[in-house]
């Protein structure tokens, strides 16, 4: 798991944590106050109000204490008994504070059963939320669903090393697809093994190695939009932003030429799930009638499928609504001499191929409308490149556009809204879809979302 991860998984357990001790110590008031259990002398007890002081230390310092117990660190790699023990530590010095605020502040605690109480639950409220974690990302990480391929390159030794230092955890953590000896082969083996493997991450790793190779082998990685990891500090990249992670317990250089693993990003996934939810329902009407006319008008199968390369080339099944005669990818052949895009990228003025209702669905973008179903599965977001056929990506002249492949693609982008298919030179596209991935932020797919808005109903640029 990458440090980034590793830094948002960690505050993630921290804020669930302070609301679950949060939670926690109000149980402990409740049972107390309505005599369910009674510890102290006396039978009632004074109303939550008056307990809401030492709710404000247990819910910031109780995480806090936690982590510096490293409560946090290495969940998978620890037993129930050391958790125990960092738990005891953190609750021993979260007293620590209730008491100086006692002692210095004058505050008082109206019942100490309820501080009782609560020292009983919350450990086994934590163990239990710490235990369903670690279940819930083994089993992830057994179905492969948060687990990442990735390829270590270097030298054969070096390789070796890394790859036994990996803990039995870390190990389940990555799938290394493959090792390639940049020793005895060129960098073109690491290329062909980049587009080969859908993979983000390429581990460098050697000890004598020449530093011309491995400036190209981190170029390579740049090039294809791919993180570099290496354990040195005097490489110099015109694009991939440096920062350093940790891997096997080895500081290491990381070169990102693509937005790295954020809150923001994860704000992104998610407004895509639920604006494509949304959109999906809302639009299931329209989707019923646009199937219904595309049958009765032209015959074959109501939508076009056809395999995209999706986030670092992974091909997936992107699904429109076909505006095409059914023999339209058969008959593709007799058009090429027509293609008005200047690069590997397909496009026809007046394509015969398209029926009288497809021109209306393309002229109102509303054949890309089934691509929600793409962003729910998460193989696409709303905002992001435009996914290309996967041979027209083996056709790249050029190994620098296929950084265009780091980011998920998307509905729309940058492209649709300067011009569309006006563009008619690939480069052009090629340069705003890095232009986005380079400046990408929230407030930017914001904008690019209102303004596809005006741009689709006004069909500029539509063909």
């Known amino acids: 798991m990458s440090a980034r991860r590793r830094e948002i998984n960690l505050q993630f357990n921290q804020f669930i944590d302070a609301l679950l001790l949060g939670a926690v110590f109000w149980f402990a008031h409740f049972i107390r106050f309505n005599g369910i259990v009674i510890l102290d002398s006396l039978w ?3 109303a939550f109000g008056k307990f809401v002081w030492i709710l404000a230390v247990i819910m910031p310092f109780g995480p806090f204490l936690l982590e510096m117990q490293g409560f946090y660190n290495y969940p998978l790699e620890k037993s129930v008994w050391k958790s125990l023990r960092q738990m005891t530590a953190a609750g021993f010095w979260l007293f620590v504070i209730i008491g100086s605020a006692v002692i210095f502040l004058r505050l008082a605690v109206p ?87 859908a993979v983000g991450r390429v581990v460098l790793s050697f000890h004598r190695m020449e530093l011309d190779k491995v400036q190209r082998a981190i170029e390579a990685c740049e090039t294809e939009g791919v993180e570099a990891w290496l354990n040195a500090d005097f490489i110099h990249t015109s694009v991939a ?37 949304i959109g999906l329902v809302v639009l299931s009407p329209v989707f019923l009638l646009i199937a219904v006319i595309i049958r009765r008008t032209s015959p074959g199968p109501v939508f076009f499928r056809q395999h995209r390369a999706g986030l670092h080339g992974e091909p997936f099944e992107m699904w429109k609504f076909r505006t095409m005669c059914a023999d339209a990818e058969s008959r593709r052949g007799e058009l090429t001499s027509r293609n008005v895009m200047q690069g590997p990228v397909f496009k026809v003025d007046d394509d015969p191929r398209v ?36 041979y027209e990506v083996e056709q790249f002249e050029r190994a620098a556009h296929r950084r265009r492949l780091s980011m998920k693609p998307g509905l729309t982008c940058l492209w649709q809204i300067r011009g569309r298919n006006k563009v008619t030179d690939f480069k052009d596209w090629v340069r705003m879809d890095l232009e986005y991935i380079d400046n990408w932020s929230i407030l930017l797919d914001l904008y690019i979302l209102v303004r596809t808005i005006p741009v689709v109903l006004a069909g500029s640029g539509a063909k």
């Open 355 to 390: 029926t009288k209702f497809g021109k209306w669905l393309r002229f109102t973008s509303i054949d890309e409308f089934p691509q929600l179903i793409n962003v729910l599965k998460g193989e696409m977001s709303l905002v992001g490149p435009r996914p290309l056929p996967v």
């Open 241 to 277: 932003r440096p920062s350093y992670e940790i891997l096997a317990k080895k500081p290491m250089l990381v070169f990102r030429a693509s937005p790295e693993l954020s809150w923001a990003m994860l704000v992104k996934a998610s407004m895509d799930r639920v604006l494509a939810t």
């Open 44 to 46: 009632n007890i004074d």
């Open 111 to 197: 019942s100490r059963s309820v501080l009782i109480l609560f020292a009983i639950f919350a450990p086994a409220v934590l163990l239990v939320r710490e235990r369903i974690y670690i279940w819930y990302y083994v089993s992830r990480l057994r179905d492969g669903a948060v687990g990442e391929r990735i390829i270590v390159a270097g030298e054969r030794a070096s390789m070796r090393e890394l790859v036994d230092s990996l803990t039995p955890a870390q190990r389940m953590e990555v799938q290394i697809v493959a090792s390639i000896d940049l020793e005895t082969n060129g960098i073109e083996t690491l290329v062909e093994a980049l587009h080969r493997h």
